[in-house]
């Protein structure tokens, strides 16, 4: 599975941002899309993941309300629609893919996007 993320930019405080991720390579039956956030000094973060068939979907919490995860078939597309950005959500944004059920551990995941920087201004 090859993954591409893009969207990322420098947004003030209170906008919107939506992260794409481009997934090819193998079937996309069983497969779990989600995306994680790293910033300078602390742990990759889980965010939201959903099944590509878009039967379950999972958000951590300070995101939930906010963030939005969602696919398009036709594209082979995974989208994190951000709204009200706050500057803490400044970090780099990763999309990740694994088979199986929706899990929120990074390492559970094996196949990773290069990561788009995204930066909210206060």
């Known amino acids: 599975v090859q993954l591409q993320a893009s969207g990322g930019g420098l947004v003030q405080a209170g906008g919107s941002l939506r992260l794409a991720c481009v997934v090819s390579?193998?079937?996309?039956?069983?497969?779990?899309m989600a995306w994680f956030r790293q910033s300078p000094g602390k742990e990759r973060e889980f965010l939201a993941a959903?099944?590509?068939?878009?039967?379950?979907?999972s958000y951590e919490d300070s995101v939930k309300g906010r963030f939005t995860i969602s696919r398009d078939n036709a594209e082979n597309t995974v989208y994190l629609q951000m709204n009200s950005l706050k500057p803490e959500d400044t970090a780099v944004y990763y999309c990740?893919?694994?088979?199986?059920?929706?899990?929120?551990?990074?390492?559970?995941?094996?196949?990773w996007g290069q990561g788009t920087q995204v930066t909210v201004s206060s």
């Open positions: 959903m099944t590509w068939s878009g039967g379950s979907t």
């Open positions: 390579g193998r079937t996309f039956s069983g497969l779990v």
């Open positions: 990740a893919a694994r088979y199986g059920r929706v899990l929120t551990t990074r390492t559970y995941y094996p196949y």
